[in-house]
């Protein structure tokens, strides 16, 4: 088990002491939950499944659930109830970040919030952890920043290892009815030589960032998201120093170089890179004001003017907004 893994992760130790300090981890400090994710890929049969499946024997039966990823990301959750190990497989990017925004508290939160069918909500525990295994490369949108998942891409081919290798992995490892009792064996050493040397902080620490990680996030940017960064970088025109601009000149200007509708996720996009946007009333007409809050002396200038309610400050604003630039 232990060469099939480190061949299986590239054979780079630090990868694979990764995987096996996440089992051992997930096997012997059940009262701490993992706050990521291990997402597997590579070339179809290579064996990747047989990590689950290991870690799925060595729990109660209803303990270990083995779902689809479309049960993983629905709107129903019965499975989750009882699960300590989920282990999806034949992952494919999750219908784009939406959906997957849509599951990231299933690493972080401590309770869950469970809505099942012809049933009333209801509250539990969370002591799920996951393992995710793909075909595809890059098979989930990794946001930039997010540490909820230790991603690699398994390089190797199922060609390399003839069809003894695996009849052995998986009729004599596995066969935990027969006399070739290998997952407790693995679970012993795990617990043994494995468990011993594990950061007492494992379960809270984000995962290092793996080469294939990086790569899905950079894969996964938008066309706006590094529009907005050069645009800001460049710091001319409505992004030059201290300049505040109106949400819908910035709107229009998105449409005319990206032909892109800003909506909800465009929005979440621009926030975060630094857009930050108010609404004021002036004269009875509403309007949404942008500018960078990256430069803090201008972001405190910006909000102490905006919160002058007086009479003479909604003026001197109204003649600020209108006259002073016009042009956004």
């Not at 030059?240 to 996720?265: C, E, M, N, S």
Request: glycine share 6%.
């Amino acid at each position: 088990m232990l060469s099939h893994m480190y061949w299986l992760y590239n054979e780079d130790q630090d990868h694979f002491m990764h995987v096996l300090q996440w089992m051992a981890h997930f096997l012997y400090r059940p009262e701490k939950r993992i706050g990521h994710g291990i997402l597997t890929s590579g070339e179809p049969g290579t064996g990747k499944s047989t990590i689950g499946k290991t870690l799925g024997s060595l729990v109660a039966a209803n303990g270990y659930a083995n779902i689809r990823p479309e049960l993983f990301v629905s709107d129903y959750q019965e499975w989750i109830e009882g699960t300590r190990l989920c282990v999806v497989e034949e992952v494919k990017m999750f219908g784009q970040g939406d959906k997957y925004n849509k599951v990231k508290s299933y690493f972080t939160e401590d309770k869950f919030h469970i809505n099942p069918k012809f049933r009333q909500a209801y509250k539990i525990s969370n002591f799920v952890h996951y393992l995710f295994y793909s075909n595809y490369v890059n098979p989930m949108p990794l946001p930039e920043g997010d540490r909820r998942m230790f991603y690699v891409h398994s390089r190797v081919s199922a060609s390399e290892r003839d069809a003894e290798y695996y009849n052995k992995l998986t009729d004599g490892f596995l066969d935990l009815s027969g006399e070739k009792l290998g997952a407790f064996a693995f679970a012993k050493y795990l617990r043994d030589e494995i468990l011993p040397n594990v950061p007492e902080n494992f379960s809270t620490t984000p995962p290092p960032v793996t080469r294939d990680s990086q790569r899905s996030i950079t894969s996964n940017r938008t066309v706006l998201q590094d529009w907005i960064e050069e645009e800001i970088e460049a710091a001319k025109g409505m992004f030059a120093p201290q300049i505040y601009f109106r949400w819908k000149a910035l709107k229009a200007r998105i449409k005319d170089h990206l032909g892109i509708t800003v909506r909800a996720a465009e929005e979440s996009t621009l926030a975060q890179a630094g857009v930050y946007r108010k609404r004021v009333q002036l004269k009875g007409k509403k309007e949404d004001i942008c500018w960078l809050e990256t430069d803090k002396e201008f972001n405190a200038e910006m909000d102490r003017m905006l919160n002058d309610t007086t009479t003479s400050g909604r003026a001197k604003l109204y003649n600020h907004f209108y006259e002073g630039q016009s042009e956004w």
